[in-house]
């Protein structure tokens, strides 16, 4: 059985979506099911990509969302389900520094 992951060390999700209204329904989703403390929703961005072996550009609006450790999983999984496209970029990894307080407020989610 593998060991839980601390609620203490902080956690960011990085996700690009097709608009601003599909990212904040995801980041309110999120939010409502506990898994993370905030989500900030960057204007738009161009995606330079291949993707099926074709090169394409689109327009895009990404998502940082902050949580912690222990619900990284949950979260990631939880954001590729309810995201729009088949095959989101989601990414998650744990933080190597944070001001206290913000690991304080991080650890305080989902417990």
């Given at each position: 059985?593998?060991?839980?992951a601390?609620?203490?060390?902080?956690?960011?999700?990085?996700?690009?979506?097709?608009?601003?209204?599909?990212?904040?329904?995801?980041?309110?989703?999120?939010?409502?099911?506990?898994?993370?403390?905030?989500?900030?929703?960057?204007?738009?961005?161009?995606?330079?990509?291949?993707?099926?072996g074709?090169?394409?550009?689109?327009?895009?609006?990404?998502?940082?969302?902050?949580?912690?450790?222990a619900?990284?999983?949950?979260?990631?999984?939880?954001?590729?389900?309810?995201?729009?496209?088949?095959?989101?970029?989601?990414?998650?990894?744990?933080?190597?520094?944070?001001?206290?307080?913000?690991?304080?407020?991080?650890?305080?989610?989902?417990?």
């Amino acid at each position: 059985m593998t060991e839980a992951a601390p609620r203490d060390v902080p956690a960011l999700l990085w996700c690009p979506f097709p608009d601003g209204e599909s990212a904040a329904a995801c980041v309110h989703a999120l939010l409502d099911e506990g898994l993370i403390a905030c989500g900030n929703i960057l204007p738009a961005m161009t995606a330079i990509f291949v993707w099926n072996g074709t090169r394409s550009t689109a327009e895009e609006t990404g998502a940082l969302l902050k949580t912690n450790a222990a619900l990284l999983e949950p979260a990631t999984r939880r954001l590729a389900q309810l995201h729009p496209y088949d095959e989101p970029a989601v990414l998650g990894w744990r933080c190597d520094a944070a001001a206290s307080g913000t690991a304080a407020w991080l650890a305080g989610i989902g417990g």
